[in-house]
């Protein structure tokens, strides 16, 4: 594999959570449309519903001007449920990091520029490089509980460690800029 192969396991920033994201420095820098992963991301796989928390802030980005998209990996019934009653747009079962759920996302805001649009997860392996295949600003978070990982992502996470080390060997300036801040915290 090429030096330049390992850039696709290296988002674009790294913080410790949503919560952490400059999302007003993000909006005037042109950003438009903020795909954001839910397990582990927004809530542990335990929770199920929406907070008033979150609701609140999902509701602040949509304020500032942003088109809101869940993403999840996860089947119908769990992002369903999660969402509720709520008028979020959603992609359920996306297979991230394939390309096919974030492009029905784009389809759900009516955008075509992919170099408007921030996706935010918990995961190297689906989040950052399916969202870097995309042309989109990537941010890592840490994952809200990592005991709550199910079986898929717990293997991810191994493949994840592999790809870490990798980018640690061949880019080690993006590696300590953006991947040791997410190591640390494991």
């Known amino acids: 594999m090429k030096k330049g192969r390992y850039i ?10 949503v919560k952490n994201i400059d999302f007003l420095h993000l909006y005037q820098e042109g950003f438009r449309v903020i795909f954001i992963d839910i397990d582990n991301t927004l809530v542990s796989y335990k929770e199920h519903h929406l907070t008033e928390d979150l609701i609140g802030f999902l509701n602040q980005l949509e304020q500032t001007g942003f088109k809101i998209v869940l993403i999840s990996n996860n089947k119908q019934a769990r992002v369903e449920t999660f969402v509720g009653d ?19 996302g784009l389809k759900l805001v ?3 520029n992919t170099r408007k649009v921030v996706h935010i997860g918990d995961q ?9 295949r ?17 079986l898929p992502t717990r293997i991810n996470r ?3 460690a592999f790809f870490i080390k990798k980018v640690k060997k061949h880019q080690p300036e993006l590696y300590e800029k953006r991947l040791l801040p997410y190591v640390e915290t494991l």
């Open 134 to 150: 995309m042309g989109f600003y990537t941010i890592l978070v840490s994952a809200i509980e990592r005991k709550s990982d199910i």
């Open 8 to 17: 696709h396991f290296v988002p674009s920033e790294y913080q410790k959570s």
């Open 110 to 112: 009516n955008e075509t």
């Open 124 to 132: 190297v392996m689906t989040d950052i490089l399916g969202g870097n």
């Open 86 to 104: 709520h008028a979020y747009k959603f992609v359920y079962s996306a297979k991230k990091p394939l390309k096919r759920g974030f492009r029905k």
């Open 158 to 160: 191994k493949m994840e």
